[in-house]
């Protein structure tokens, strides 16, 4: 069974890694950064959590405001570093754990915590910051599960929701059945606003109490509002609250073994590290809240024919789904009508999956781990109807289709209307 064996929590300014990245660990000014991170350091070191659970915030990097997500967990096996604009880090790419990833979204989901998720996207300082201190030895066999909030625009989760969906993770990683030991990592603040006339802003007065509070009372840091924050800490040190989600996955009391505050330029950074004290799901209880999980889609097995989107279909399928996605953009389409080959090619398609997209195998490509609404989207391109796709993944004509249907009617998602369709290659 997975455990939680403790906490860090940890400011995410990039200074910190711009500092250890410009090898300023004996400048003055920076050493109390490195100092601070040594006894975490060590922590680590001794207690070799398996994975870190990160909750952290992307800086409008990987996320834009075209889909901003609340709570988005990464569920990808791997994580690059990203380029904010001045190039990106010479950090290492660090692994992801896919399959408890996997396990927490759909935990949080029954427990009715409406998860985005992502994947193929770089992480910036929020995580990899904190990360490369953290982990001097990069070569450290840990893997990570990123947990993105979305703190930066406005309406964004209250403190409150911030600590529940804490206290659903303490179950949803209680509940996966490997045995591994996750530590969680908080990340942000301490006071800082870096927006406006009031940049500048730092309260160390109120950083000290937000560190007791959060050790030793989180409820009263639950009642506080985004405008309390603001007020506190100032705007952007509001996304304290993201340790909330943290400190809900820890027991009601918890022993806090390293506590630092230094504040030297616009970020207060605080770091600790919070030892659990919880005694772990007992294996009947994690085996039945597993089998709540299950409970949504139990019985759709036995449905023929039927194949739900899952995030493991997803991530078997996102290779082939991420090129048949690229046939909505006309530099694309013109790409793949010009040569199919070198579009398979660029895209990385297995041998496979250029296959059954050469053949237009339809009932293949479902098989495989295609989400239909991408199949509607390459007949389009390819000139097949969707009578064509449903025909040919049931093993039929359109004609024999035809006739289960009560108008004989053929259509597609391409614009244009009622163009002629080739018929299905069986
Ligand atoms: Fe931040």
New binding site residues.
């Given amino acids: 069974m997975a455990r939680i064996i403790g906490a860090i929590a940890t400011s ?1 300014t990039p200074t910190i890694g711009f500092a250890l990245d410009a090898n300023k660990q004996q400048d003055p000014a920076w050493k109390p950064i490195f100092d601070a991170y040594a006894p975490i350091q060590r922590w680590i070191a001794e207690r070799q959590p398996d994975v870190l659970l990160i909750v952290y ?1 992307d ?1 409008i990097t990987s996320f834009f405001f075209d889909h901003y997500s609340t709570f988005a967990v990464g569920v990808d096996d791997r994580y690059e570093v990203a380029d904010e604009g001045g190039g990106a880090r010479g950090v290492p790419p660090v692994a992801g754990h896919a399959a408890l990833s996997r396990h927490i979204v759909q935990s949080l989901m029954t427990d009715e915590f409406d998860m985005s998720t992502f994947r193929d996207k770089p992480l910036d300082h ?1 995580c990899f910051s904190p990360l490369s201190v953290l982990r001097p030895d990069t070569a450290a066999p840990v893997t990570i599960v990123p947990l993105q909030i979305g703190v930066l625009q406005f309406p964004i989760p209250t403190a409150a929701r911030c600590y529940k969906l804490g206290q659903a993770l303490r179950t949803a990683i209680e509940s996966y059945p490997e045995d591994l030991k996750v530590a969680l990592v908080a990340t ?1 603040g301490l006071s800082h606003q870096v927006h406006g006339e009031r940049c500048g802003f730092n309260n160390t007065a109120w950083d000290e109490r937000f560190l007791d509070l959060i050790e030793k009372d989180p409820v009263a840091l639950t009642r506080l509002t985004h405008a309390d924050y603001a007020r506190l800490g100032g705007m ?1 040190g509001s ?1 304290v609250i993201m340790w909330l989600v943290v400190r809900g996955a820890l027991s009601a009391s918890v022993r806090c073994v390293h506590r630092s505050y230094y504040l030297p330029s616009m970020t207060a950074i605080a770091t600790a590290v919070y030892e659990n004290e919880a005694a772990p799901l007992e294996p009947p209880a994690a085996a039945e809240h597993r089998t709540r999980i299950g409970e949504q889609l139990r019985g759709t097995e036995a449905l023929e024919g039927t194949y739900p989107y899952t995030l493991e279909r997803s991530a078997k399928g996102y290779r082939l789904n991420r090129f048949l996605h690229t046939l909505i953009d006309p530099a694309a389409r013109a790409a793949f009508h010009a040569d199919e080959a070198g579009a398979y090619a660029l895209a990385g398609l297995s041998a496979e999956e250029a296959d059954l997209v050469r053949a237009r195998d339809w009932r293949g490509l479902i098989h495989y781990g295609a989400i239909f609404f991408l199949l509607e989207k390459l007949a389009a391109v390819t000139g097949f109807s969707n009578l064509d796709i449903y025909a040919g993944m049931r093993g039929q004509t359109v004609a024999e289709f035809q006739t289960t249907r009560n108008q004989q009617v053929t259509y597609s998602v391409a614009a244009g209307g009622d163009k002629p369709h080739k018929e299905m290659p069986l």
């Fill in positions: 995410h915030n800086h929020g942000g952007e996304e």
